[in-house]
Nanobody, 123 residues
């Protein structure tokens, strides 16, 4: 079973920046792709960024140009640099590791998740 530990969240004013970090450990069966999701109360998790070992990127439209995903493959660590944050970015952010961007998009609540890290952006 994979363990996912997210950190780096916090409270910032609009226009601020944060850097999220996620470390995957344990039995990481598929580590080709790592990604970041966010979830607001009553809503499903939304994949906002993903990066494959080969360098293929995915960004959700609302974060393009503001968020940058990167990873350290050897350390099973993924980062999310978030700039020009907006109040609508407020959410709990989670990470995941899987075999493809498509697989990340299909993950559900029954899959392994970490505790997430809270990001709060004030206007």
């Amino acid at each position: 079973q994979v363990q996912l530990v997210e950190s780096g969240g916090g409270s910032v004013p609009a226009g601020g920046s944060l850097r999220l970090i996620c470390v995957a450990s344990g039995t990481v069966r598929y580590n080709n792709t790592m990604g970041w999701y966010r979830q607001t109360p009553g809503q499903q998790r939304e994949l906002v960024a993903a990066l494959t070992k080969g360098g293929t990127l995915f960004y959700e439209d609302s974060v393009k140009g503001r968020f940058t995903i990167s990873r350290d493959i050897a350390k099973n660590t993924v980062y999310l640099e978030m700039n020009n944050l907006k109040p609508e970015d407020t959410a709990v952010y989670f990470c995941a590791v899987d075999k493809s961007i498509g697989a990340l998009k299909l993950r559900s609540d029954s899959d392994a998740w970490g505790q997430g890290t809270q990001v709060t952006v004030s206007s």
